[in-house]
């Protein structure tokens, strides 16, 4: 069982958040969270680099010159990839990098992710978010906590809070149903409203 201490608004402790859900150190596997970023940057490839081969290149249909009395080496076709213009050889060609990732060793990882987080003390769980949707005023509330770099989650989409954090140069704002375990580990402090928390412990039970 965790607790996790809760920040109001003005980011002051005003009450404790109890979890069945164990985020001690022995919980940090890093070969998982190694495995599902590999994933999620794998998945964010287009796969689309293409280059053709000696077979797909136009032209090449008549020898280029004779076999003998040149003092080159012999040559079949203008196609080959050993002349200008010829086709590559071992190319790339388009292909799908997407890794498939268990449920189980996704919802390890981001138990991973919270349990480093709290033992590092970059956990911070705040009653709302709340915001203007104004990036200045987003900037100057987490860099004057000293949260900075930061992913904010929130528990809706919708809020402002997200909406502020687009611009932010060390920042993120993501909606809880759209928690990413690379994100959470590219970013040094987590900042995640009480309920989006509650949301994911929800899914580790």
Request: avoid cysteine; aromatic fraction near 4%; hydrophobic fraction near 40%.
């Amino acid at each position: 069982m965790a607790e996790i201490t809760v920040l109001n608004e003005k980011f002051e402790a005003s009450a404790k958040l109890e979890t069945n859900v164990s985020l001690t150190a022995e919980d940090i596997n890093t070969p998982v969270v190694h495995q599902v970023v590999k994933a999620t940057l794998a998945n964010r490839r287009q796969g689309n680099a293409s280059t053709k081969t000696r077979a797909e290149v136009r032209g090449g249909g008549r020898k280029p010159f004779k076999q003998k009395g040149t003092g080159r080496a012999r040559q079949g076709t203008i196609r080959s990839p050993l002349m200008p213009g010829g086709g590559r050889a071992f190319g790339p060609s388009p292909r799908d990098y997407t890794q498939k990732v268990n449920k189980k060793v996704m919802l390890k990882a981001i138990q991973s992710v919270l349990a480093d987080k709290l033992q590092a003390g970059k956990l911070t769980v705040v009653e709302n978010l709340n915001s203007n949707g104004k990036t200045k005023e987003m900037f100057s509330t987490l860099n004057g906590k000293g949260l900075l770099p930061a992913l904010l989650v929130t528990n809706s989409k919708d809020s402002l809070a997200i909406r502020a954090a687009k611009n932010l140069q060390y920042g993120r704002g993501l909606a809880v149903e759209g928690f990413s375990v690379y994100e959470a580990v590219k970013y040094e402090n987590l900042v995640i409203e009480k309920e989006a928390l509650e949301a994911l412990l929800n899914k580790l039970v």
